[in-house]
């Protein structure tokens, strides 16, 4: 994978965590949500998260003072 690459799924990844992140709460604020699927979202916002971080840091040079 070459880093534009990278760089657009860094990208596809932010938005659809950011997604994820309004759906859950419009379910909390329905008034009555469904427990398990906030908690599938929330899991697969976590996992999304861990995607993102790991892209980060490959894309980020590390600097040596």
């Known amino acids: ?3 534009d690459e990278m760089r657009k ?11 994820l ?3 859950i ?3 909390l604020a329905n008034g009555g949500p469904d427990q398990l699927q ?7 916002k ?3 998260r861990d995607q ?4 980060e840091d490959y894309l980020t040079p590390d600097i040596i003072a």
Request: glycine share 2%.
């Open 1 to 3: 994978m070459t880093e």
């Open 9 to 19: 799924r860094l990208a596809v990844l932010k938005v659809e965590h950011r997604d």
């Open 21 to 23: 992140d309004i759906a």
């Open 25 to 27: 709460g419009a379910l």
């Open 38 to 44: 906030v908690a599938r979202l929330k899991k697969r």
């Open 46 to 48: 976590l996992a999304l």
């Open 52 to 55: 993102i971080a790991i892209l």
